[in-house]
């Protein structure tokens, strides 16, 4: 198994430009998550999936959409990319949510907005 | 929403010696408390956890111990190795979510 996979590993956009990022895995995971780290900031939640077809809002959603696809895929997108956007961000996926909430994560997708 | 408060920010000891990692919570609801480690450069991995039903869960070296009533739990990592250098997150359960906090930079010097 292969776990939670995200692509691309590295990405640089110019300012306005938009893109998706990836994010799948294969452990038959119900709740999926993307989470964006910056220095000093910790794991901040951007959006989170309970389940198939079920979206919502965490922390920090402003700029940022997502869809989940199916069961193993949920990406994020972002529209017109800003400087504040650059970060890395870290697909997760769990069992579920609440008190079965192991989550593992991807290796991450280090993104440069110029 | 939840707010995970992590304490210290940095932390260096010594080879062979105790590191001790705090971290607040303010749901009262929070039942589930894990705590991740991130070397650099690379994904954060679960090295333990503790539900709201125990007070203390040991694995080897590594230990957690969570006071419900004062929402407060804690890492403890004995006999330290280099390799335990890395960053250390704490998180509680909200809801569906995990909040995080900030981390701790936990470097172990020979």
């Known amino acids: 198994n292969a776990g939670v996979t995200q692509n691309p590993k590295f990405q640089v956009l110019k300012t306005g430009q938009s893109m998706t990022l990836q994010c799948a895995q294969d452990m038959n995971h119900n709740s999926m998550y993307w989470y964006r780290q910056d220095p000093g900031m910790g794991l901040r939640l951007i959006y989170y999936?309970?389940?198939?077809?079920?979206?919502d809002k965490g922390e920090v959603p402003n700029g940022y959409n997502v869809s989940r696809l199916n069961k193993r895929e949920f990406s994020l997108r972002l529209e017109s990319a800003a400087p504040s956007q650059t970060s890395v961000y870290f697909c997760?996926?769990?069992?579920?949510?609440?008190?079965?909430?192991?989550?593992?994560f991807g290796a991450g997708t280090r993104l440069s907005v110029l | 929403g939840e707010n995970v408060e992590q304490h210290p920010s940095t932390l260096s000891v010594q080879e062979g010696d105790s590191a001790v990692i705090k971290c607040t919570y303010s749901d009262s609801a929070s039942n589930y408390f894990p705590w991740y480690k991130q070397e650099l450069g690379k994904r954060p991995q679960l090295i333990i956890d503790i539900r709201s039903n125990v007070g203390e869960k040991k694995d080897q070296r590594i230990a957690v111990t969570l006071n419900k009533t004062a929402k407060h739990f804690s890492l403890h990592i004995t006999e330290t190795q280099p390799e335990d250098s890395a960053v250390y997150f704490c998180a509680a359960n909200s809801g569906y979510a995990l909040n995080f906090g900030k981390g701790t930079s936990l470097l172990v010097t020979p």
């Open positions: 999936s309970a389940s198939e077809g079920t979206t």
């Open positions: 997760a996926s769990s069992e579920w949510g609440g008190a079965k909430n192991i989550q593992y």
